[in-house]
């Protein structure tokens, strides 16, 4: 059975950090591009960051430079490190895994950026 599920998030202060962990299992992880999304309320969900099963990253405009994914193939994880946090950042942020038509989806964790 596959699982990806995301911790994490919570609610933090304009210009503060938040580090969300996927944890994976069911799939056999160093295979999958893994992505984390995220979608605000009346808002479509959107890519935020992803990264290829051999390291390469990409990041949405929006969080270019104060987000940062990573992913560690001993314990099967993927992160997001989130600086600098705004409050067009609060949304549910979602773990995905993708491999060869496979897509596999996280419940979500919430994020709340507000003072």
């Known amino acids: 059975q596959v699982q990806l599920v995301e911790s994490g998030g919570g609610l933090v202060q304009p210009g503060g950090s938040l580090t969300l962990s996927c944890a994976a299992s069911?799939?056999?992880?160093?295979?999958?591009?893994m992505a984390w999304h995220r979608q605000a309320p009346g808002k479509e969900r959107e890519v935020v960051a992803t990264i290829t099963n051999t390291g390469i990253t990409n990041y949405s405009r929006s969080v270019k430079g104060r987000f940062t994914i990573s992913r560690d193939h001993a314990e099967n994880t993927v992160s997001l490190q989130m600086n600098s946090l705004k409050p067009e950042d609060t949304a549910a942020y979602y773990c995905?895994?993708?491999?060869?038509?496979?897509?596999?989806w996280g419940q979500g964790t919430q994020v709340t950026v507000s003072s």
């Open positions: 995905s895994a993708h491999h060869t038509g496979r897509d596999y």
């Open positions: 069911g799939i056999f992880f160093s295979s999958y591009n």
